[in-house]
């Protein structure tokens, strides 16, 4: 075996490991704000998080990310009429990740509860792009992301849009 191939092996069983570690941590966190919740007199019902990542948007001057976020459930995702997001929280076992949960408000009369581990320092390449008859090269940037948009699916592969236009403090 090459050592080209040894590292690209090691660097996979490393990253399955983080893997495992996050999904644990993140088990334990949603367990934690359930539990938080129910305490309280209130209600949540958890959903698992498949996958979940970072979308780039160019399409405005400024661009923005789109959290993608894979769900383990049945649920029409569409019928979502609130997303509630919670203070974000450093994740321990890596830098430049948080973590919240994200109460997802429907005409149901119990909530979900999806977590969700993010990037807090994407770097990614804006395309070239031209305006007014003027051209901006591509180049880096660090992404930003103010949670406020979202692409959920289900476990059918049904997906649904959100933006959140403006928070509240409660």
Known sequence: MSEEATLEQLSAEATEQIDVVAKDWIQIESEKEVKRIRDIGSSVVPLKTLNCGIIPNFDNKKPKAINRIELDTDIDLSKIQQI?????????HKQHFNYVNLILVTGEPTPYLAPYLYHTNLKVTQPEKEED??????????????LRDYFLINKNGICARF????????
Do not use: F, W
């Not at 509630?84 to 321990?92: D, F, G, H, K, L």
């Open 84 to 92: 509630m997001v919670s203070p974000a929280i450093p994740y321990p």
């Open 133 to 146: 008859g003027r051209k901006y090269p591509s180049k880096q940037i660090v992404l930003k992301n103010d």
């Open 163 to 170: 933006t959140i236009h403006e928070y509240h403090t409660v």
